[in-house]
């Protein structure tokens, strides 16, 4: 397809365990963005990535958070010994590049459940 | 992390009312942007706003880029069925030479239209 895929669509998790999620953005896309959509909130930026660079990691939530992007193009937002708080939509977004008027185009989240 | 203030959180209107929302920050964005967001998927943008004062069209939808750099809103008039959703504010800001990060977000307006 040509829009950003996510998978998977859904995670259950038990606490404690590791998660790996995937985000394939629109091939050419050169940034890459990581948000997180709690249930009734809006959407939380968490990292971005320009090429495989990360340059501010400030925004993940907590140590527990890493992401990685390999070849320019596929990220894995991984979350180690994952808590309830976890739980949330993860979304990832493409765009052109870094500028103010490239559009980031969204994917359709990843659902994460940790019981 | 931060977010902006969005009101109202939710709207229940009859199908051909006009809709109004708005968004306010207490700091400086340099982009204003609004998405919608149907059930089960990411974010879709709706318009984009990149100067202080500007007022952009988008077939029924109307949106202004507040002259402090701190507020928008979005209109919506003669609304239909399909406009059911949440709409979601987000801001923007640049750096020096062009390059931007991650969307700052709104909660959220779920817009409920009654037939």
């Known amino acids: 397809g040509a829009g950003v895929s996510q998978s998977p669509s859904n995670k259950v998790t038990e606490k404690g365990k590791d998660v790996e999620l995937r985000c394939d953005p629109i091939?050419?896309?050169?940034?890459l963005y990581w948000y997180r959509q709690s249930l009734g909130q809006g959407l939380e930026f968490l990292i971005y990535f320009q090429g495989n660079s990360a340059p501010d990691k400030s925004g993940l939530p907590s140590d527990r958070f890493s992401a990685e992007r390999t070849g320019g193009s596929v990220s894995t937002l991984t979350i180690q010994r994952t808590q309830q708080e976890d739980s949330a939509v993860y979304l990832c977004?493409?765009?052109?590049?870094?500028?103010?008027?490239?559009?980031?185009?969204f994917g359709p989240g990843t659902r994460l459940t940790v019981l | 992390g931060q977010q902006l203030n969005q009101s109202p959180q939710s709207m229940f209107i009859q199908e051909g009312e006009d809709v109004s929302m708005n968004c306010t920050s207490s700091?400086?964005?340099?982009?204003w942007l609004w998405y919608k967001q149907d059930p089960g998927e990411g974010p879709v943008l709706l318009i984009a706003?990149?100067?202080?004062?500007e007022l952009t069209s988008n077939g029924r939808l109307t949106a202004q880029f507040g002259i402090t750099r701190k507020d928008s809103f979005l209109n919506i008039s003669a609304s239909i069925p399909s406009d059911v959703g949440i709409y979601f504010c987000a801001g923007q800001r640049g750096y020096s030479g062009g390059g931007a990060d991650g969307l700052t977000f709104g909660k959220g307006t779920h817009l409920i239209i009654q037939p």
């Open positions: 706003l990149y100067k202080a004062g």
């Open positions: 091939s050419g896309h050169t940034a």
């Open positions: 977004a493409s765009s052109p590049g870094l500028l103010l008027n490239n559009e980031q185009f």
């Open positions: 700091s400086i964005f340099n982009t």
